[in-house]
């Protein structure tokens, strides 16, 4: 119950850190997007993530300060899933006991190469960054598809958790269709991609903070002892 609590409450913490950093590097974004370079300022739904990290602005600007602060931030956001998805587990350990394990498998992997893309601004790593956040989408994609497949199969398990996950899922998994796309084709960006990231960002934070809410009190049903039941002979 202990690792529990302090699990979640790094989590928050880490989520926490993710907002407040980004917040502050978002409000000193120089400006400029993909589809406008004269811009001013942070466009919240024309702006990808990876464009706030950058060190140079879009528009030509400088942006260290800001790009560090991003930087830092994502870098909180990926450290968040860590806990998460060791929690993930616990909400459908019953129904299905091993499907936890590759959960926490692929979150292992994905989280280190999550913050990789991280380390690798669009500015300076342009084509190696595509590469990365491909790379680390795959293993991060599956550990939420299994969890959320295994939250569904078990009926116990809170359907706030389930939806939105389930949501996230939805909206990521598209999202990462469309950017694979363009890295693969090298078609011109589609606003679709920045959108849905930032639905997909705004979903993740919503269903952390439902795992944080009800993984204790999982843990503590797991733990109240069992009625006793004899059978006769």
């Known amino acids: 119950m202990r690792r529990v609590q302090i699990a979640c409450a790094a989590m928050l913490l880490a989520c926490a850190g993710f907002v407040a950093l980004f917040a502050s590097a978002a409000g000193s974004y120089p400006g400029g997007t993909h589809w406008d370079h004269t811009t001013v300022g ?30 830092l931030g994502m870098a909180s956001l990926a450290l968040a899933l860590l806990p998460m998805f060791w929690l993930l587990p616990r909400f459908f ?12 498998a692929f979150g292992a992997v994905a989280v280190p190469a999550a913050l990789v893309v991280v380390l690798l601004p669009t500015d300076r790593f342009s084509q190696v960054h595509g590469v990365a956040i491909v790379v680390a989408g795959v293993p991060g994609l599956l550990a939420v598809l299994l ?39 090298d078609c011109p960006a589609l606003v679709a991609i ?34 006793y039941s004899s059978s006769s002979s």
């Open 42 to 71: 942070h466009d919240f739904w024309r702006n990808c993530l990876c464009d706030v990290a950058r060190g140079q602005a879009l528009n030509g600007a400088s942006n260290a300060r800001g790009g560090v602060l991003a930087q």
């Open 93 to 104: 350990a019953a129904a299905r006991p091993r499907l936890g394990a590759v959960v926490r």
């Open 147 to 185: 969890s959320v497949y295994g939250l569904a199969c078990d009926r116990g398990a809170p359907r706030v958790v389930l939806a939105t996950g389930a949501a996230a899922l939805g909206v990521a998994a598209l999202d990462f269709a469309l950017y694979v796309r363009e890295v693969v084709t």
């Open 194 to 227: 920045s959108v849905l990231e930032r639905l997909a960002t705004l979903l993740l934070l919503a269903w952390i903070g439902a795992v944080a809410w009800y993984a204790p009190r999982v843990a503590r049903r797991s733990a109240e002892p069992r009625p």
